[in-house]
């Protein structure tokens, strides 16, 4: 829910002598490629990119198999504006890169949200970071696998959804970084709790300029299912007041995502949102948003998390959430264990390959919902 401090910004004139890494433009519509060329126009987008030749990466959200429409993924329209625009001012040496999470192959996720048909549309090369080589690098302090890939980028432009994370609470501009990681460094991310790898790991690959895709991203979940319709597209220099922003639209305080702070103070950008200007660049409806029933809350008290991935946690939450709303789950008596941390251990009810140590546990890396849906529906049915 949005402070009086951001709506009294919304009346503020932009003046030309600021410094635009202040600014969050934002515009608002139906016609998402045409609204995305618009406002990277306003943005002055190509003053920021240094000459033609300049090899241009740009960075989606293609977590999962899942369509944009779904909450989860970048809409293909959002890049298919920024190609135009691109294109438009003569700049060619385009590539997009991306990896999806543990547990699904970003083959299949470029097919179900329909940027197959963007790359062959528009004839730009595109590198599965799944399957890139990688090189460790020191990011401020903390040693990180990044892939090559990004290593050959002159300037990189970020398009992350505006969505919910059932662990991080929002991810957006900072988060989606780790899309450019190997898959054994998105594990090794969770063992060390994800808000110190993920502000470090922005020490390490800096990205220029942000598009965000806030058409209709699930405020619950990273890979989507419960899309909220806002139909905007913001832009940002900034990744640290863009995602302190997001962090104030969907009603958290700062202190509940770690890494803002976090990437603040090792100089990522600025988290203080006195000093963000917002531009808007069409008539916007700024009518509230709730943030909706917050079903991660409400089920994660059957779970015990330690060190899980994104994938086997955010498979897991939704099937809870299934069998609260059939009323099984009230009927489960004892605690889910999921995560990297209960390797080599022992215990009831495990969610994972960590768990198979477990009395009961339900083997995967990660398991499919459908898959933890009936196995703890068989659970307690029969305990």
Known sequence: METEMIKEKYFWERQENDLKDNEIYMIQGTDY???????????ELVSRIPQKSSRIGIKPNLVSPSDPSMGGTTHPEVVAGIIEYLREYGYENLVILEGSWVGDRTAESVIASGFDRLLEKYNVPFVDTQKDTYQIQNCKGLELEICDSVRTVDFLINVPV?????????????????????????????????HKPIAHLNCGIHQDFIVVDSICGDWDF?????????????TSADPVLCDAYVCNLMGYEQKEVPYLGLAEKLGVGCADLRKMKMVFCNQFHSE???????????????????????????????VLDRLREEGLLEKLEDKICIGQGYRGQTGKLGIGACTRNFEHSLGGCPPMPEQIYEFLKSYIETE
Request: proline fraction near 5%.
């Open 33 to 43: 490629k045409e609204m995305t060329k618009e406002i990277l126009k306003k943005s």
């Open 162 to 194: 505006m969505k919910g994370h059932c662990q991080t609470k929002i991810t957006c501009a900072l988060k989606n970084m780790k899309g450019l990681i190997p898959n054994k460094e998105k594990r090794h991310f969770h063992s060390m709790g994800l």
């Open 222 to 234: 990273e890979d989507g299912g419960n899309p909220v319709v806002l139909n905007r597209i913001m």
């Open 288 to 318: 509230e948003v709730t943030p909706g029933k917050r079903k991660v809350v409400e089920v994660q008290d059957a779970v015990e998390e330690v060190e899980s991935c994104s994938a086997c946690y955010g498979y897991l939450i939704p």
